[in-house]
């Protein structure tokens, strides 16, 4: 069986970028480029790794991260956080709200294939 993973981006290359990497090492993907519509894909597909980003329209990552967390059945959800910026204060806010991972655009393939892995239990 293979792993699932909801990636919620915004932007269509990284979305494809990612879903293709992905997909080509055996996870089942899906995708949704808002905040508002991530906890909903999330109830409706229990992935086991999310990849959020922090500037999403309509609710932001650290939004959507804080009610995931909150979520009875989904709130242990491994969460990989994107972000362009990069800053301390983003990734201070990222931990104080549970991310498992924080990472800056850009990122290496590999990288983000390996984290996923990683945030799965695919790896050690």
Same mark, same amino acid.
């Given at each position: ?78 969460? =990989?956080? =994107? ?42």
């Amino acid at each position: 069986m293979s792993k699932r993973v909801l990636i919620v981006e915004d932007e269509t290359n990284i979305v494809e970028s990612l879903a293709f990497l992905l997909r080509r090492d055996g996870f089942d993907v899906s995708t949704v480029p808002d905040g508002a519509r991530a906890l909903r894909e999330a109830e409706r597909t229990t992935p086991d790794v999310m990849i959020l980003d922090v500037m999403l329209p309509n609710q932001s990552g650290f939004d959507v991260l804080r009610d995931l967390r909150a979520h009875d059945r989904l709130g242990a959800t491994p969460v =990989l956080m =994107l972000t362009a910026k990069g800053q301390a204060r983003d990734r201070d806010e990222a931990g104080q709200l549970g991310a498992d991972l924080f990472m800056t655009k850009p990122f290496s393939n590999a990288e983000i294939v390996a984290a996923a892995r990683r945030l799965a239990g695919l790896d050690g």
